[in-house]
């Protein structure tokens, strides 16, 4: 598989696949039309029937580890042929789907979609409501969170495929050999933060500069439900309580010069964490997979824990994760559901992707999965950790449907109060403000 800067396809054993590369950021779509509503309830027989029938579908993922999945799903069923493109890079999948969008040609019957981008495609009617196959009786099938992300405004726009729920990566030999306990709250947190400054002024006990993504998921462990959207109308309150706790703590942090500011997997980064100085990494489950090759010094050091606590009650939130979608505008909608429901749910495309963290409970119970030992984190059974995680995160978190441009401007608002060692209630406020004018160009009803 070749990578290169411009669109190049290249033959696999069946199918083409596209690796393409693209500067810039996607943009959001400001008609709100709702998203369409399928050929009819048909329900599970009329997927069953394409898959018998067979046919091409056009499938489009920012994942080169798809591509193993479309060949695992051609295995399956001869006579289905998946042309898959993979862009690289989320912001230019985006931006290339945009563009097809924009021109009204050339879209895919499949789209890969980062949860927190659903409602952007959604609302101007790019996305297909699936209860048109019966999928939404796969609910149960899904973690509570994830199902939340891709079922909105009376309709199911996608199935999940990945799940990423939050944990607290320690060093627990820098803790230990500072005589700290593993924090289990965040004044714990802060405290712990204090004592490794204090010991010596090279170490830190959280590595954050105000990423967007950590923001919004730290907001959701807090409790905090900023944003509401029903329709066209939203609500944005950067004020509400969660929010504010969040910012409590996190003001602690960032007044006390507890915190490095090495953007991640800078060369900063990298030197950071292989030399021990930082203490933990708050991140997703994605991030397991991560440590060997970007921390490698780091092997036997570092261990996995639930998120501190603010008031003593375990609580947790997603963060990242990603969806699949059939486009409104795709050629072949049941085949195109027929593969959506095999790459969330068979056996089979798991195992083709192993290092997927699932968002099906079926996995996510097994014995097997729970028991895997982590050589890196010491033997630990680091699915167990995560999987509990799950059953803390805070119910009800909902993005905007302009999440992709909400995050961008995050360095220019909260993203000060970082650099300035200033109040992040302000810069709260100030996202919120920009939030709200951009609400209102775009023609949305504010709340």
């Given at each position: 598989?070749?990578?290169?800067?411009?669109?190049?396809?290249?033959?696999?054993?069946?199918?083409?696949?596209?690796?393409?590369?693209?500067?810039?950021?996607?943009?959001?779509?400001?008609?709100?039309?709702?998203?369409?509503?399928?050929?009819?309830?048909?329900?599970?027989?009329?997927?069953?029937?394409?898959?018998?029938?067979?046919?091409?579908?056009?499938?489009?993922?920012?994942?080169?580890?798809?591509?193993?999945?479309?060949?695992?799903?051609?295995?399956?069923?001869?006579?289905?042929?998946?042309?898959?493109?993979?862009?690289?890079?989320?912001?230019?999948?985006?931006?290339?789907?945009?563009?097809?969008?924009?021109?009204?040609?050339?879209?895919?019957?499949?789209?890969?979609?980062?949860?927190?981008?659903?409602?952007?495609?959604?609302?101007?009617?790019?996305?297909?409501?699936?209860?048109?196959?019966?999928?939404?009786?796969?609910?149960?099938?899904?973690?509570?969170?994830?199902?939340?992300?891709?079922?909105?405004?009376?309709?199911?726009?996608?199935?999940?495929?990945?799940?990423?729920?939050?944990?607290?990566?320690?060093?627990?030999?820098?803790?230990?050999?500072?005589?700290?306990?593993?924090?289990?709250?965040?004044?714990?947190?802060?405290?712990?933060?204090?004592?490794?400054?204090?010991?010596d002024p090279n170490l830190c006990i959280v590595n954050e500069a105000g990423d967007a993504g950590f923001t919004t998921s730290m907001i959701w462990q807090a409790g905090?439900?900023?944003?509401?959207?029903?329709?066209?109308?939203?609500?944005?309150?950067?004020?509400?309580?969660?929010?504010?706790?969040?910012?409590?703590?996190?003001?602690?942090?960032?007044?006390?010069?507890?915190?490095?500011?090495?953007?991640?997997?800078?060369?900063?980064?990298?030197?950071?964490?292989?030399?021990?100085?930082?203490?933990?990494?708050?991140?997703?489950?994605?991030?397991?997979?991560?440590?060997?090759?970007?921390?490698?010094?780091?092997?036997?050091?570092?261990?996995?824990?639930?998120?501190?606590?603010?008031?003593?009650?375990?609580?947790?939130?997603?963060?990242?994760?990603?969806?699949?979608?059939?486009?409104?505008?795709?050629?072949?909608?049941?085949?195109?559901?027929?593969?959506?429901?095999?790459?969330?749910?068979?056996?089979?495309?798991?195992?083709?992707?192993?290092?997927?963290?699932?968002?099906?409970?079926?996995?996510?119970?097994?014995?097997?999965?729970?028991?895997?030992?982590?050589?890196?984190?010491?033997?630990?059974?680091?699915?167990?950790?995560?999987?509990?995680?799950?059953?803390?995160?805070?119910?009800?978190?909902?993005?905007?449907?302009?999440?992709?441009?909400?995050?961008?401007?995050?360095?220019?608002?909260?993203?000060?109060?970082?650099?300035?060692?200033?109040?992040?209630?302000?810069?709260?406020?100030?996202?919120?403000?920009?939030?709200?004018?951009?609400?209102?160009?775009?023609?949305?009803?504010?709340?």
């Amino acid at each position: 598989m070749k990578v290169k800067g411009t669109p190049m396809r290249t033959k696999t054993r069946r199918g083409t696949v596209a690796i393409a590369s693209a500067v810039a950021a996607s943009v959001l779509l400001a008609a709100c039309s709702g998203g369409s509503a399928g050929p009819g309830d048909e329900g599970a027989a009329a997927l069953d029937a394409a898959l018998e029938e067979g046919g091409t579908i056009e499938y489009w993922t920012y994942n080169e580890s798809s591509a193993a999945q479309a060949e695992a799903f051609m295995a399956a069923y001869p006579n289905v042929e998946v042309d898959i493109r993979v862009t690289p890079g989320v912001a230019d999948h985006n931006l290339a789907f945009q563009n097809v969008l924009t021109a009204g040609s050339g879209i895919p019957d499949v789209i890969q979609l980062e949860y927190q981008s659903v409602l952007q495609y959604q609302l101007p009617g790019h996305l297909l409501d699936l209860t048109a196959y019966g999928l939404d009786e796969l609910e149960d099938t899904f973690t509570a969170s994830t199902w939340n992300n891709v079922s909105t405004n009376g309709g199911l726009w996608g199935l999940p495929q990945d799940s990423a729920p939050m944990a607290m990566f320690y060093n627990a030999a820098l803790l230990e050999a500072h005589g700290l306990d593993v924090p289990e709250t965040w004044d714990d947190f802060v405290t712990a933060g204090k004592a490794l400054k204090a010991a010596d002024p090279n170490l830190c006990i959280v590595n954050e500069a105000g990423d967007a993504g950590f923001t919004t998921s730290m907001i959701w462990q807090a409790g905090g439900h900023p944003f509401a959207t029903e329709g066209e109308t939203v609500s944005i309150d950067l004020q509400d309580a969660g929010s504010k706790r969040w910012a409590a703590t996190w003001n602690e942090i960032i007044q006390n010069d507890l915190n490095c500011e090495y953007a991640p997997f800078s060369n900063e980064w990298f030197q950071a964490f292989n030399a021990g100085t930082v203490a933990t990494l708050l991140a997703g489950a994605w991030m397991t997979g991560a440590f060997p090759a970007f921390i490698a010094d780091g092997a036997g050091d570092w261990r996995v824990a639930q998120l501190p606590s603010h008031d003593g009650t375990r609580a947790s939130a997603e963060n990242g994760g990603s969806t699949h979608s059939v486009t409104a505008k795709s050629q072949n909608p049941a085949l195109a559901a027929a593969f959506l429901r095999w790459i969330s749910t068979d056996p089979a495309a798991f195992e083709a992707y192993p290092a997927m963290f699932p968002s099906t409970v079926a996995e996510l119970e097994s014995d097997e999965f729970l028991g895997r030992e982590d050589p890196y984190f010491g033997g630990q059974k680091v699915n167990e950790v995560f999987a509990a995680s799950i059953e803390a995160i805070v119910p009800g978190w909902q993005y905007l449907p302009w999440q992709v441009y909400a995050n961008s401007i995050v360095p220019e608002t909260v993203g000060q109060a970082y650099l300035n060692k200033s109040d992040l209630n302000d810069g709260l406020l100030a996202w919120q403000e920009r939030n709200i004018r951009y609400a209102q160009e775009q023609g949305f009803t504010v709340e």
